[in-house]
């Protein structure tokens, strides 16, 4: 240490520190999603909303922004920005909700439709190359505890 002090850590270095290699995992990942997503000329984030806005409307039943938010895990006030730029695009239309007059309801457009296809096989590729080394379902297990989505 430049000044003499002992860091006060339980780990005997930064390797050991599953923060940190957490984070170093994050950002390693995130430069394949957006290298994966740059040639269809979305972000990671446009990809995410569009395909949960997909996924939420596969029903018939198209979601509202809150609910876009809620299934992306994001907040609705970037859900909304991001959104705009996605409709921008002409990947996605905002109409008015039936049920509720302050919220908007996303439409995928056909536009939409075929970029989130593109994407998803994309990103599908990546995550495979990505996460081949190691288990898939003892992952994803392990992934939903620390989501919070399971005990």
Do not use: C, Y
Request: glycine share 6%.
């Amino acid at each position: 240490m430049a000044d003499g002090q002992d860091l006060n850590t339980r780990f005997s270095g930064p390797s050991e520190s599953p923060g940190l290699l957490l984070w170093r995992t994050t950002m390693r990942w995130q430069r394949l999603m957006t290298a994966a997503l740059a040639p269809l000329d979305l972000t990671h984030v446009q990809f995410v909303l569009l395909a949960s806005a997909m996924w939420l409307g596969r029903n018939g039943e198209p979601p509202n922004q809150v609910q876009l938010a809620a299934q992306a895990g994001a907040e609705v006030k970037m859900t909304s920005d991001v959104v705009a730029r996605l409709e921008a695009k002409g990947l996605i239309a905002r109409e008015a909700d039936p049920r509720d007059s302050r919220a908007k309801v996303i439409r995928i457009t056909p536009t939409g439709t075929a970029a989130a296809q593109r994407a998803i096989v994309a990103v599908e590729a990546a995550d495979a190359a990505f996460f081949e080394p190691v288990d898939e379902a003892q992952l994803v297990g392990l992934l939903r505890q620390l989501a919070g989505e399971i005990r």
